[in-house]
Structures are given as structure tokens and as C-alpha cells.
């Protein structure tokens, strides 16, 4: 496994890049960090897999993901039950420039838009691409998650396992 | 009946804020202001902190420049202890600062600023932004990429970190070099040599095409303040500072950290959570200056590297005296990024860098200290005072986009003057108003220190009042 912290200079070709987004400060909004940090320990011997968790996608991420051949981007929602894991494909289609929902922020972009912009840049566009959410019931100031985010712990760490696990076989 | 125009928010800024624009009856430009409108207080929560933390606190300011906050408060921690720091320890906190300065200014230049110089004021804003660029200059966007990663990876590499890394400590840094990461950083020289280039070309080549942005993009005499060192040449870490006047000549030289209450005042005015600031002798306005890398390029003698210095010589004939349009600022970010590379490289081949002493150590020794930086955007000041414990009982500090606060804002009043008649505009008239401020780079959360969301807004507002038209962008 390579996480960033191992490797923070190069891009090594990855089979699968896992792209947690999350505050760790701000409750059940961390679980996409915690979820990486979790991965990055379960694949530490499969150099096919890289683990990153950002607090925000910037656009920095496209070369990242120009390297991988299927991302799992993995993060909380505000827009599920408190709890409830959905794992949902993103859509890979080519967006134009005036598709992009976050065009004037540079602070965050979502997956679409993200693959988007990696293949307006690198031309590449990867094979698989899903996003991890976990249902968030509280994100306020606090660095532990809300009775219901704890309790689905393991059964994201389970879709983030097999997710992974399938993104490889292909 | 006069109108007021208001532009909220301003996008493409590092934070949010919103200007508005003070119309006639005859439907000319009467005034115009750039507004930071949220507090935060990083001054008083650090009030009965250990003086030791001050550094992990302060970079909390800022997500783009916590290196530079860092900095000039382990400086004034530095100060309160009375202890001088190792020399490879100083060479290497002037390579992480200069890495955080090669990745904000790309993302100034490349993210923020590139949308306009590249696919045009007047273009699609549907399409101008960050995507359009990719979509037109894929080659330019992978470039500004790679020079962030350039950046932020030796930062990360450094202080474990992107964004917030410790490392830096009052005293020196934790831990030292090693040769595997001195090895790693030397590596991605050479590709940033060639994206840098590749940007500066492309820059050359359209900068023509503005010459009416230049004209009136807060272009008139100003002062100007930075850091420099005692050779003339461009200083971010150490050296002092020095304050020149509209024709280049030195006002007042030397001016150390903590003699930065004697020459800085900060004025207040009712439209802004950032303060003003001046220098004192010349009181407010006439006092106030501009900071950042057109200032550091105006007062500077040489770039003390040789590529940056080339461009330099070139920058220098674009006027006999101090380059005075802010559209400048542009041109003046990327031969910085040029020496910033130069410099790292210079700093890793130093034989002492791997050396093993980084860290002085001491206790209380005064009362009372100031450090002092360049952050990307100009010279930060940090000022604390302590008890005999060590806890802090006083803190203040002086940000760049504080400092440029009064050249923003008549740099968006003589841009409106030119761009709105008869009361009427339009959005690409609108773009040219907001980049007239993206040419500063502000930092609003540094400058403000302000929690949350702040949205700037261009309202149009009449002679009576009444808010007559409103631009909100989220």
C-alpha cells in the first residue's frame, strides 16, 4: 500500500486509488478520513492500492487520479439518514467546462467534476470510479461521530473492503 | 439619483468579500469599496496560551500560507527567549517558506488569476474558471498542478503535513534533513524549471493584449514595504525591512521586528473587519503602502539567483521607477516562483544542510517579542507579550492583505471610474473590477482572521441610498 505520507514526492501507478474527503474536528463529517485511515492499514502490502484523505477535493487530485485505474472516493453525507452507506458509481461521461458545478471555487470539487477535469488535463479517464458515503447525524465541533455513524463503521469498512477488492480484479 | 453597484461575492479570492460601487445622478462613479466584513480573534483566544504553542496556534490562520504565520511567530517565541537560532535550522525554514510561496503563487497564477489572462475578461463566466482553463490549456494546467505539488510535497515532506505541518518550532525546527529527502526534493527540480518557464512564456505572450487592464488596475505611485537582505537582494525569512517611496527612494531602512510598532499604525474604517495599515510618520492615507511581490520586486536590488535574475532585469524596464500598475502583480509572482526554485536547489546543495543541530533552547528570558516574515501575498508581523510563566498576555498581529488594504480599494475605485458610465455595466466590466483585487492575492481569513463563509457581493446603490441592482455569487 502506498499512502502519502510513505510517498509524498512521486506518483506511483496505482490500480486503485481510495480518496477519503472529511474534517476530522467537525464530528461524523471525519469519517471519510477515519475510513482511509482504516484502508491505508488493511492494503499497507498491496502496492496496487493507494490510500489519500484530504479535507477538501481540490483540483490538485486530478494528477492523482490520472495515475490510478479506478478511484473509490469515499466521504460523508448530510444528505442520507444518519448512518445509512450508500456506495453509488460516478459518472464518468465527459463533462465541458461549463458543466462543472464548483467552476469558481478552487476549494472543492466533486467527483464528477473531478474525473472531468483529469481527463480534460491528462486525457485520462479511469476505468472504474465509485463514492463511499456514510449518512452524517451530527458535524459539529467534535472528534468522535454521532451513535448511529459509529454503529455503520463496519459495514462501510466492509463496501470500502470489497469495493477495493472488485476494482482490483478487473 | 445616484446607485450604488454591488459585486458579492468576489470570486477566485482566497476567502470572500464583496465590493460595492457608489454611482451619481449622473450615473458616474462617485466612490467604491472593497468590504471584509466577518471577525474571528485569533489575538485573544491565544491569551493565556504557553508562548511555546503560539507557532501550531497561529498557522491555523491561514490553509495557505500557515508556513509564513509559522515563521514569524516561532521568530517572535524566538525573541522571548533570546536565542539565536542554528544556521542549517534558518536555511531550512527558508526552504519550506519558499515551497509554500512556489504553491500559492501557482495557485494564485494558475487557479485563480489564469481564467481571465488566459480565455479572456470578457469571456463565457460560464467557462471561466479552473475547468475552462484545463479544457483550452491543458498543457498550462498540468504545469500549475505540478507546481503545487512541487510545493506542497516538500512541505509535506518537511512538516509531515500539506496544510498546517509543524516542524517549525521556536528555536529552530524538530527534526533535521536527511539525505533520502534531500535527495527526493532535488529530484522534482528540474520538471518545476521547466513548468515555470512554460508559465512564463505563456504570460509574455498575452500580456500585451491587457495594456488597458494595466492602465487602470490600481495603477498610480504608491509606497511599497518588504523584507530585504543587507546585499539589496530578496529576503522571505530574515533580513529587515524597508520602505520606499512613488520614486523608488528609501523612506526608512532597517526596520527590524521589533521596532514595527514605532513605523506601522493601523487605521479602521467603517466598511471593513481589516484593518488599514500605514506607515506612521506619514500618517493615514499618505502613510499606506503596498506589500507582496510587486513590492518586494520594487524595492529589491537584485533576485540574488541567477534565472530570476535574468527576468528581473526584464521586469525592471517596464518602468523607470517602481513598476506601479498591480495588474503587475502577475508578472512579479512567477520570477518569484523562479527563484523560490533556484533557491531550494541552492539551500539543498549547502554542504551544512544535513547537519544535526536545528534547535536552540532557553526559557524566558524578556517579556515581550516580535518576529517578522514574507508570506506569499507580503510581510506578516507577529507581536507577543508574555508573563514571567511563559503564557501569553498580549498578542498582535499585521497581515498582508491588511497592509494592502488601501490600494485594493482605490485599485477597485479607479477601475470602476474607467469601466462604469452612465450608470450602466456589464458582467465583463464587473470580472475587471473583481480582478483588479485577484491581482493582490488577498487572504481575507488571514487578514481578518474570520470564521466561516463571507460572500463578497457588487451592489448598485442610488444617491438616496436604495440598492437599486445586486450580483451574488456563491
Redesign the interface.
Known amino acids: 500500500m502506498n499512502s ?2 510513505d510517498e ?3 506518483f506511483e501507478k496505482a490500480n486503485c486509488l481510495v480518496l477519503a474527503c472529511g474534517n476530522t474536528l467537525r464530528g461524523d463529517d471525519g469519517v471519510g478520513p477515519r475510513l482511509a485511515e482504516w484502508a491505508a492499514h488493511r492494503f499497507r502490502d498491496d502496492s496496487n492500492v493507494r490510500v489519500l484523505a484530504r ?1 477538501q477535493w481540490t ?2 487530485l ?2 492523482e487520479i490520472a495515475a490510478s485505474e479506478s478511484v473509490l472516493f469515499v466521504d460523508s453525507s448530510i444528505d442520507s439518514a444518519p448512518g445509512r452507506v450508500n456506495l453509488v458509481p460516478v459518472a464518468t461521461h465527459v463533462n ?3 458543466g ?1 458545478t464548483h ?2 471555487s ?1 476549494h472543492h470539487i466533486d467527483p464528477t ?1 473531478l474525473l ?2 483529469t481527463h ?4 485520462s479517464m479511469s476505468a472504474h470510479a465509485m463514492l463511499l458515503t456514510v449518512g452524517a447525524g451530527s458535524t459539529e465541533l467534535g472528534e468522535t461521530f454521532s451513535d448511529p455513524v459509529e454503529a455503520a463503521l463496519p459495514r462501510a469498512r466492509g463496501v470500502l473492503e470489497k469495493t477495493v477488492l472488485r476494482f482490483l480484479e478487473n | 439619483m445616484s446607485q450604488t453597484i454591488t459585486i458579492d461575492p468576489v470570486t477566485r479570492l482566497e476567502g470572500h468579500g464583496k465590493i460595492t460601487i457608489q454611482l451619481n445622478g449622473q450615473g458616474e462613479v462617485e466612490d467604491a469599496h472593497f468590504h471584509v466584513t466577518q471577525v474571528r480573534g485569533f489575538e485573544r483566544f491565544s491569551e493565556g496560551r504557553p508562548f511555546y504553542e503560539m507557532p501550531s496556534l497561529m498557522a491555523r490562520i491561514c490553509g495557505i500560507c500557515p508556513v509564513s504565520h509559522l515563521i514569524a511567530s516561532a521568530k517572535a517565541c524566538e525573541a522571548i527567549m533570546s536565542v539565536r537560532i542554528p544556521h542549517t535550522a534558518a536555511q531550512l525554514r527558508r526552504m519550506m517558506n519558499l515551497a509554500q510561496m512556489v504553491q500559492s503563487h501557482a495557485l494564485s497564477f494558475f487557479y485563480l488569476a489564469s481564467p481571465d489572462l488566459l480565455l479572456g475578461m470578457e469571456s463565457d463566466p460560464k467557462v471561466r474558471h479552473i475547468f475552462g482553463v484545463a479544457a483550452a490549456k491543458p498543457e498550462l494546467g498540468r504545469a500549475g498542478v505540478a507546481l503545487r505539488r512541487f510545493g506542497q510535497s516538500i512541505i509535506e515532506l518537511l512538516g509531515d503535513k500539506r496544510i498546517h505541518p509543524g516542524w517549525v518550532v521556536p528555536g529552530g525546527v524538530t527534526e533535521p534533513l536527511t539525505s533520502e529527502k534531500r535527495d527526493k526534493i532535488l529530484a522534482t527540480i528540474p520538471e518545476a524549471y521547466a513548468n515555470i518557464a512554460l508559465a512564463l512564456d505563456a504570460y509574455k505572450k498575452i500580456a500585451d493584449t491587457f495594456k488597458a487592464e494595466i492602465a487602470v488596475f490600481a495603477n498610480f505611485p504608491s509606497n511599497y514595504m518588504s523584507l530585504i537582505n543587507e546585499d539589496e537582494s530578496i529576503e522571505f525569512t530574515d533580513g529587515a525591512l524597508r520602505l520606499i517611496g512613488p520614486t523608488g527612494n528609501t523612506i526608512e531602512d532597517g526596520i527590524t521586528a521589533t521596532r514595527y510598532t514605532e513605523v506601522i499604525g493601523e487605521a479602521v474604517e467603517p466598511y471593513s473587519y481589516t484593518k488599514f495599515a500605514y506607515y506612521k510618520p506619514l500618517g493615514y492615507p499618505e502613510g499606506s503602502y503596498r506589500v507582496g511581490p510587486l513590492a518586494r520586486l520594487n524595492i529589491v536590488k537584485s533576485m540574488g539567483t541567477p534565472k530570476a535574475e535574468k527576468e528581473f532585469e526584464e521586469f525592471k524596464q517596464l518602468a523607470a521607477g517602481p513598476v506601479e500598475s498591480s495588474f503587475h502583480y502577475h508578472h512579479a509572482r512567477l520570477i518569484e516562483m523562479i527563484y523560490g526554485i533556484e533557491k531550494i536547489e541552492e539551500i539543498l546543495t549547502d554542504p551544512r544542510i544535513l547537519d544535526k543541530h536545528v534547535r536552540a533552547t532557553a526559557g524566558v528570558n524578556r517579556l515581550e517579542g516580535a518576529g517578522q516574515a514574507e508570506a506569499p501575498r507580503g510581510v506578516l508581523h507577529h507581536h507577543y507579550k508574555v508573563d514571567e510563566n511563559g503564557k501569553i498576555t498580549w498578542a498582535n498581529l499585521v497581515i498582508a492583505t491588511g497592509q494592502n488594504n488601501k490600494a485594493m480599494n482605490l485599485g477597485v475605485l479607479q477601475a470602476a471610474k474607467h469601466y462604469v458610465k452612465d450608470g450602466k455595466f456589464t458582467e465583463g466590466i464587473l470580472n475587471r473590477v473583481e480582478a483588479v483585487v485577484r491581482t493582490f492575492d488577498p487572504c481575507l481569513s488571514c487578514s481578518t482572521h474570520a470564521f466561516g463563509k463571507m460572500p463578497l457581493a457588487i451592489t448598485l446603490i442610488s444617491a438616496r441610498g436604495e440598492e437599486l441592482d445586486r450580483v451574488v455569487r456563491d
Not at chain 1, 480534460?120 to 486525457?123: K, T
Open positions: 502519502d505520507l509524498p514526492m512521486h479535507q483540483p490538485d486530478a494528477e465541458g467546462p461549463e462543472a467552476g469558481s478552487t467534476d472531468g477535469l480534460s488535463l491528462y486525457g
